[in-house]
């Protein structure tokens, strides 16, 4: 389908949603008019009473002329100045793609590359070109793959793709703001009508009587009608919409293919789910560890550091490429599966250029480590900007560290303030404590609870699952057991870790370990062991716990 044709076909899909608020009104008009005729003037006041409210959307709907701008994508715009042989590459690639070259390039902290353009009248005339590429997504690919990237997003502006959604995007955007006030509308009505019911509900229990159940069954029905009429239309839209897209990416891919490489295109499909996944555990794992505790990697690391996991599980990462995910088609999905767009690629002719030579697509960049904190300033919230930074191995244990003493803190406070062999903390109070010899006094209050054996009384106050809960007899006493060598290993270890005698240890390539202090790995299972048998012996613990 033509550009033309596309833009024929958006149109008229933008028009049917003003069509299908007319009819609406106009049925709500009709049913004004026949209570008017025939009903009784309550019933008659009533139905012009709900006929304004449901016209009241529509209305709204119909007159939302303009389309909100995104301000979500934001970025660094970078010169030809700054970026010369970035430029000096789309500008090649947009040339043999066919189309005008972007008039701005934005560096961004996604894993991701998109264009977008600032059409005029409804996408009819064209305007601000914008690409938008995501560090993260350099740092993953070679030179080759990044080229065949950026010319699949330029095949977009050479098909029109980015004019023309404009309008296709207006429609979804006033289908599904009308759709939201109909179940906002809904959802206040059951709201109003529960607070009725439990009212009167409340009234009936002071006057001793039984209270009914509430009962909104049926409540704000009208309203749920009139958003599943427009949801429905709007799943007809993404139907008729959605299946250009699949078309448009296909054709992206197949224009990348002739400019950059079969083989290359084909790698670089292969390769973005692996980077994907991969970003998403670098974020969660790494980070933000320590974004609860005020804590962020260095300046720059926070959206760079993602290339130091990608060359450290390099051999790791070439394995998910064989695979691809299975991704289940449907008619809403906006890009075809991976799979069907490496199958369709990977199928044509040898084009020779399988040999060609290759490095990171950082080269293209003049100053990454420039770029890296320009973004992570552009993009970051200012309270994050404000967070302590740490180099990677101090971040890990201090985060690592933090997160144990939080998840201790139940547990310490079931144990209540330290007494016993802790009792010289009153000399001058728990206050003028630091952390660590805090910890270690209610370490000692835990086996002090031991010794005297009322320790089992603190499994009550600890989370337990389903069937620890459930159980009775020697399965209860083997679960709590269990429940409380694990709470006491883990408040060890962190008093171990807060005092500096074990450290968490950094790594790109392994999940983050505890270096414990020498003997202490052979000594301490069987200290715990020890220390919650039938007959308890402390002994062991609290000589670990004193030495170094």
């Given at each position: 389908?033509?550009?033309?044709?596309?833009?024929?076909?958006?149109?008229?899909?933008?028009?049917?949603?003003?069509?299908?608020?007319l009819l609406l009104l106009a049925l709500l008009g009709a049913l004004d008019w026949v209570a008017w005729r025939w009903a009784p003037a309550v019933w008659a006041l009533k139905t012009y009473a709900v006929s304004l409210l449901l016209a009241v959307p529509v209305v709204r709907g119909m007159l939302m002329l303009r389309t909100p701008r995104d301000e979500g994508v934001g970025g660094v715009p970078v010169t030809e100045a700054e970026e010369p042989r970035l430029w000096a590459a789309v500008r090649e690639l947009a040339a043999l793609v066919g189309t005008r070259a972007p008039d701005e390039i934005r560096l961004t902290a996604d894993m991701n590359a998109a264009v977008t353009e600032d059409a005029r009248l409804l996408g009819l005339l064209g305007g601000t070109r914008r690409l938008y590429l995501g560090l993260p997504l350099v740092a993953g690919l070679s030179e080759a793959r990044l080229r065949a990237v950026l010319a699949h997003e330029l095949g977009h502006y050479a098909h029109s793709?980015?004019?023309?959604?404009?309008?296709?995007?207006?429609?979804?955007?006033?289908?599904?703001?009308?759709?939201?006030?109909?179940?906002?509308?809904?959802?206040?009505?059951?709201?109003?009508?529960?607070?009725?019911?439990?009212?009167?509900?409340?009234?009936?229990?002071?006057?001793?009587?039984?209270?009914?159940?509430?009962?909104?069954?049926?409540?704000?029905?009208?309203?749920?009608?009139?958003?599943?009429?427009?949801?429905?239309?709007?799943?007809?839209?993404?139907?008729?919409?959605?299946?250009?897209?699949?078309?448009?990416?296909?054709?992206?891919?197949?224009?990348?293919?002739?400019?950059?490489?079969?083989?290359?295109?084909?790698?670089?499909?292969?390769?973005?789910?692996?980077?994907?996944?991969?970003?998403?555990?670098?974020?969660?794992?790494?980070?933000?560890?320590?974004?609860?505790?005020?804590?962020?990697?260095?300046?720059?690391?926070?959206?760079?550091?993602?290339?130091?996991?990608?060359?450290?599980?390099?051999?790791?990462?070439?394995?998910?490429?064989?695979?691809?995910?299975?991704?289940?088609?449907?008619?809403?999905?906006?890009?075809?599966?991976?799979?069907?767009?490496?199958?369709?690629?990977?199928?044509?002719?040898?084009?020779?250029?399988?040999?060609?030579?290759?490095?990171?697509?950082?080269?293209?960049?003049?100053?990454?480590?420039?770029?890296?904190?320009?973004?992570?300033?552009?993009?970051?919230?200012?309270?994050?900007?404000?967070?302590?930074?740490?180099?990677?191995?101090?971040?890990?244990?201090?985060?690592?560290?933090?997160?144990?003493?939080?998840?201790?803190?139940?547990?310490?406070?079931?144990?209540?303030?330290?007494?016993?062999?802790?009792?010289?903390?009153?000399?001058?109070?728990?206050?003028?404590?630091?952390?660590?010899?805090?910890?270690?006094?209610?370490?000692?209050?835990?086996?002090?609870?031991?010794?005297?054996?009322?320790?089992?009384?603190?499994?009550?106050?600890?989370?337990?699952?389903?069937?620890?809960?459930?159980?009775?007899?020697?399965?209860?006493?083997?679960?709590?057991?269990?429940?409380?060598?694990?709470?006491?290993?883990?408040?060890?270890?962190?008093?171990?870790?807060?005092?500096?005698?074990?450290?968490?240890?950094?790594?790109?390539?392994?999940?983050?370990?505890?270096?414990?202090?020498?003997?202490?790995?052979?000594?301490?299972?069987?200290?715990?062991?020890?220390?919650?048998?039938?007959?308890?012996?402390?002994?062991?613990?609290?000589?670990?716990?004193?030495?170094?």
């Amino acid at each position: 389908m033509g550009a033309t044709l596309r833009a024929l076909r958006a149109l008229v899909l933008l028009a049917g949603f003003h069509l299908l608020g007319l009819l609406l009104l106009a049925l709500l008009g009709a049913l004004d008019w026949v209570a008017w005729r025939w009903a009784p003037a309550v019933w008659a006041l009533k139905t012009y009473a709900v006929s304004l409210l449901l016209a009241v959307p529509v209305v709204r709907g119909m007159l939302m002329l303009r389309t909100p701008r995104d301000e979500g994508v934001g970025g660094v715009p970078v010169t030809e100045a700054e970026e010369p042989r970035l430029w000096a590459a789309v500008r090649e690639l947009a040339a043999l793609v066919g189309t005008r070259a972007p008039d701005e390039i934005r560096l961004t902290a996604d894993m991701n590359a998109a264009v977008t353009e600032d059409a005029r009248l409804l996408g009819l005339l064209g305007g601000t070109r914008r690409l938008y590429l995501g560090l993260p997504l350099v740092a993953g690919l070679s030179e080759a793959r990044l080229r065949a990237v950026l010319a699949h997003e330029l095949g977009h502006y050479a098909h029109s793709d980015t004019r023309l959604s404009g309008i296709t995007e207006r429609s979804r955007l006033h289908v599904a703001r009308t759709v939201e006030r109909f179940e906002e509308k809904a959802g206040l009505k059951v709201a109003r009508e529960r607070a009725r019911q439990e009212r009167k509900s409340a009234r009936r229990v002071a006057k001793g009587r039984t209270a009914r159940k509430v009962d909104t069954t049926g409540v704000g029905l009208t309203y749920r009608v009139m958003a599943r009429i427009y949801t429905e239309y709007g799943r007809f839209s993404l139907r008729a919409t959605l299946s250009d897209s699949r078309r448009q990416e296909s054709a992206a891919d197949l224009a990348a293919a002739r400019i950059a490489g079969r083989d290359a295109t084909a790698s670089a499909l292969r390769a973005l789910p692996a980077l994907d996944a991969a970003h998403e555990f670098y974020l969660n794992a790494y980070a933000t560890l320590g974004v609860e505790f005020g804590m962020l990697p260095p300046r720059g690391e926070v959206f760079g550091g993602v290339r130091h996991l990608l060359e450290a599980r390099a051999e790791e990462l070439a394995g998910t490429h064989v695979e691809l995910p299975a991704e289940p088609a449907t008619p809403y999905d906006s890009h075809p599966p991976t799979a069907e767009r490496v199958a369709t690629i990977e199928s044509l002719p040898d084009d020779g250029r399988a040999a060609e030579a290759d490095r990171p697509a950082f080269a293209l960049l003049a100053s990454p480590e420039k770029a890296l904190p320009e973004v992570e300033d552009a993009t970051l919230a200012p309270e994050a900007l404000r967070m302590r930074r740490l180099d990677w191995p101090d971040l890990v244990h201090e985060a690592m560290t933090a997160r144990y003493v939080r998840d201790t803190e139940e547990l310490r406070e079931a144990l209540g303030e330290p007494t016993g062999a802790a009792g010289a903390a009153g000399l001058y109070g728990l206050d003028g404590l630091d952390q660590a010899e805090r910890l270690r006094l209610e370490v000692e209050a835990f086996l002090d609870a031991v010794d005297a054996g009322t320790v089992w009384g603190l499994v009550d106050r600890l989370p337990q699952s389903e069937e620890a809960a459930a159980a009775t007899g020697r399965a209860a006493r083997e679960f709590a057991r269990s429940s409380l060598r694990r709470e006491l290993a883990r408040l060890l270890t962190t008093v171990l870790a807060v005092d500096g005698r074990a450290r968490w240890q950094f790594s790109w390539s392994a999940p983050t370990s505890l270096l414990l202090p020498d003997g202490y790995a052979e000594e301490l299972p069987a200290a715990l062991d020890a220390a919650i048998a039938d007959r308890p012996d402390t002994e062991r613990l609290r000589t670990l716990l004193a030495a170094g």
